[in-house]
């Protein structure tokens, strides 16, 4: 039962970070179009809130706790630090770089989410037993990589076309790579500590359906109020091509939808780190459709650094699932030693 359980978060945040991927890759398509980072994010937003509500309401009706005002102000947070934030940052990164570039960020997630989370307990490192170890060794692995992605491009593996190369050349050079590294590292930092108060959320309102729609209702909420100080200029507000309306109905209801209550789910099963852990698989899958669809190059520093946070990756979820195992083994033995003593079984 736990290896199918394992099996089923497993599977469930593969298929996440994949869709995870298209949706950077469709926003990046939309951003180089001209449209606002900020309406996006408002418009996926709510999108989001209108998809899942009714689900929310109708799936979770009899299990869903009293809402408190405790409860709406840890959702409003949430929404805050998760969505909002989380994603102005990244989309104002994704819109000065490029798409691979910008997911080569997240890699540095699960080791800034363990880092974040060892305070409170939430994680824990004994470097005397082969799963802290294994936990160490696989979250340095994650940083190295991360750090050959960003700071080394190599030289290209997998070139496009001439004429898209030529286009990609002068593109990049009006690109503020700087500026957007910047944004990235701040979208990166509030998407590790979402982690850990979803971790938080999920104990006190354990509903996938309803915190997350009231996660895209308050980030809606809040998107606009950015976008009415941000963007007076109300013509770019109207969405007019088939792509930017496809694109935002796709990350509205996928992207911000159904992978936050997939993550939700999963850190809920097993943890913020676990799940954050999974993260880097959207730059590899980033990469593919980069070059595919946005005919970006392919380097040499993207495909070391990948295989480096594969390695750290497996790892790190080696020493966890180590560690879990360790935790069922020290459980059961006081049991076992009652049962000694006593000479029949304690109910």
């Not at 994704?94 to 960020?105: K, N, R």
């Not at 190295?144 to 593109?171: C, F, P, Q, W």
């Not at 970006?296 to 295989?307: D, P």
Request: with cysteine.
């Amino acid at each position: 039962m736990n290896s199918c359980q394992q099996w089923k978060t497993v599977t469930a945040m593969v298929a996440i970070n994949f869709a995870m991927a298209i949706t950077n890759v469709l926003v990046k398509k939309v951003l180089d179009n001209g449209v606002s980072h900020i309406i996006i994010l408002m418009y996926r937003q709510a999108i989001s809130a209108v998809f899942l509500a009714p689900i929310a309401y109708f799936w979770e009706r009899k299990s869903r706790p009293k809402l408190t005002a405790r409860i709406l102000c840890q959702l409003f947070f949430n929404a805050l630090i998760g969505a909002t934030l989380c994603q102005y940052f990244f989309l104002l990164g994704l819109e000065y770089t490029s798409a691979t570039f910008s997911c080569a960020f997240l890699n540095m997630v699960p080791a800034i989410t363990f880092i974040l989370a060892l305070p409170f307990g939430l994680e824990k490192v004994n470097i005397k037993n082969k799963s802290g170890i294994a936990k160490f060794v696989g979250t340095t692995g994650c940083i190295g990589g991360a750090m050959v992605l960003t700071l080394y491009k190599g030289k290209t593996l997998v070139r496009s076309d001439s004429e898209t190369m030529v286009h990609a050349v002068n593109y990049v050079k009006k690109e503020r790579w700087g500026i957007g590294s910047i944004f990235l590292a701040a979208g990166t930092v509030c998407w590790s500590s979402w982690f850990l108060v979803q971790a938080s959320i999920g104990r006190t309102y354990p509903c996938q359906y309803s915190s997350t729609a009231f996660l895209s209702f308050f980030s809606a909420i809040q998107s606009a109020i950015i976008s009415l100080i941000t963007e007076r200029d109300f013509t770019r507000w109207v969405l007019k091509e088939k792509l930017e309306l496809v694109t935002v109905a796709y990350i509205g209801m996928v992207g911000s939808g159904l992978c936050y209550v997939g993550m939700s789910w999963c850190v809920k099963q097993k943890g913020p780190l676990f799940t954050s852990a999974f993260t880097p698989l959207v730059q590899i899958f980033a990469a593919i459709f980069d070059f595919s669809v946005l005919h970006g190059q392919i380097y040499l520093g993207s495909a070391v650094g990948s295989v480096f946070v594969v390695i750290g990756l497996y790892i790190l979820l080696w020493g966890r699932n180590c560690e879990a195992k360790e935790e069922t083994q020290n459980l059961k033995q006081p049991q076992m030693e009652e049962q000694d003593c006593n000479g029949t079984p304690q109910v």
